[in-house]
């Protein structure tokens, strides 16, 4: 006589159910996450971009003394040597500002793998005393068969 193994797998299988919310709880967090990853991400984003602009505005602006006409043309010497002094001076300043928006991009991100670390922990060991539970229910309700 030979078994009908579909039958058996699928008995077995309903002996075991499968909790799909866990599922859609590590769906939903993961997503929550990627939502605040993309606005850490969009946030420095913006902030290097306005500050880009500021930069170029700021340039620009100090070209216009170096372009003007001058009496005379030790005058030319000194509005470039100006203007490469002021332009160095601004890049440092926007390299730091541009550094410190990647150092807040860092911290937030790190604070964030941190928290969904410890969701996802804390899900995960819920999830399993869960299943655990599910199962040895299962596991009784078939012995008793």
Known sequence: MAQ?????????????????KAMQ???????????????????????????????????????????????D??????????????TAEAAAEHMSAFAEIAKKVQMETVELMLAAGKDMSEETTKAMKKATNDVTTAAKKAAAK
């Open 4 to 20: 009908d193994y579909t039958a058996i797998m699928k008995d077995m299988m309903g002996a075991f159910p499968v909790d799909t």
């Open 25 to 71: 709880d590590a769906f939903k967090s993961q997503a929550a996450l990627g939502e605040k990853m993309s606005s850490v991400a969009l946030e420095a984003a913006t902030k290097s971009t306005e500050l880009s602009s500021k930069w170029a505005k700021d340039t620009l602006s100090k070209m216009s003394s170096v372009t003007k006409v001058k009496e």
């Open 73 to 86: 043309p030790a005058e030319y010497t000194k509005a470039v040597t100006d203007f490469a002094s002021a």
